[in-house]
């Protein structure tokens, strides 16, 4: 018979965190002797939206590079699904700030270079880029030059890469920073479509708040001077009820002023 302490224990007792990542005691330090990051564990859970946020040279783009196997850590380890990290794999992809798109290359080329890269046979390769190109919503660009698309149409083509390659983990530093407000909506709906229905898990780095607060599943606040964890925040809200109404939400309006009130102490 199940007592009630024993269903008390089983309530209070934490759910098994299934984390794809983690950051176990991550310090570095560059050459310079700048200390950029200092102790610094996470658990990015499967599945879910990450977003690390925190002032300027906190170290976000150090640790997202380090996740990535760019740079390595001058202390602790990076897991993904339990294996160390020493180098890019896989089932890491970045997306850069600046799109980081070959000038030289149409769309189609850029979109299919990651499976190039590996190997996989053009007519493989075009068919699985022009898939992600129409699911990102660029159908009709495929011939077309960076330089002949606007912000938001390189960024989905940055997007539709990263896609491609089929990574678990998608790493998007300030994917979009560059673009304008109604974009910026526009593609961050496209992402959580797209999380919903390809599953991935999501480490993003990004400067607003409110873009942190909608988006996340949890939301890291680091500091920095050296950069530190200050608080693991998940805003636990249902966005079913659809965007306009989420961001009316007294939970959603709750998370950006506690976050808010979190970051300044550290701005001065
Ligand atoms: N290659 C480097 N050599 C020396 N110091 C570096 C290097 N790259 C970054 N830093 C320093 O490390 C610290 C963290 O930088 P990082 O770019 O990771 O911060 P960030 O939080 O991403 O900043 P931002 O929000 O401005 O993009 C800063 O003090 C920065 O000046």
Redesign the pocket.
């Known amino acids: 018979m199940t007592t009630i302490s024993a269903i008390r224990t089983a309530e209070i007792e934490p759910a098994k965190v299934d984390a794809i990542v983690k950051a176990v005691s991550i310090s570095k330090r560059?050459?310079?002797g700048?200390e950029?990051l200092s102790d610094v564990s996470i658990e990015f859970r499967r599945g879910e939206l990450t977003t690390l946020l925190?002032p300027?040279?906190?170290?976000?783009?150090?640790?997202l590079k380090i996740i990535a196997g760019l740079l390595p850590p001058t202390d602790g380890e990076v897991r993904v699904n339990n294996k160390t990290v020493y180098g890019p794999g896989p089932e890491r992809a970045f997306v850069f700030q600046d799109f980081a798109l070959m000038p030289w290359a149409t769309v189609l080329r850029n979109v299919a270079f990651g499976l190039e890269l590996r190997g996989t046979p053009k007519s493989e390769r075009e068919d699985v880029a022009r898939r992600y190109i129409k699911s990102v919503g660029l159908a009709g660009s495929e011939h077309k030059f960076p330089s002949e698309l606007s912000g938001g149409m390189r960024q989905r083509a940055g997007l539709a890469r990263a896609l491609t390659v089929n990574a678990d983990v998608l790493l998007m530093d300030e994917p979009f920073s560059a673009i304008d407000e109604q974009m910026r909506r526009k593609l961050q709906e496209d992402l959580l479509e797209l999380l919903r229905e390809e599953k991935k898990s999501v480490i993003f780095?990004t400067?607003s708040i409110e873009e942190a607060v909608y988006l996340s599943d949890q939301i890291v606040l680091l500091t920095?001077n050296p950069?530190r964890v200050v608080k693991s925040i998940r805003p636990g809200f249902d966005r079913a009820a659809g965007p306009d109404a989420v961001r009316r939400d007294q939970r959603y309006l709750d998370a950006v002023d506690d976050i808010w009130s979190q970051l300044k102490q550290y701005l001065s």
Not at 56 to 63: R, Y
Request: aromatic letters at 6%; one cysteine or more.
């Open positions: 560059y050459g310079d700048t950029a925190g300027s040279g906190c170290g976000k783009t150090t640790l780095v400067h920095r950069g």
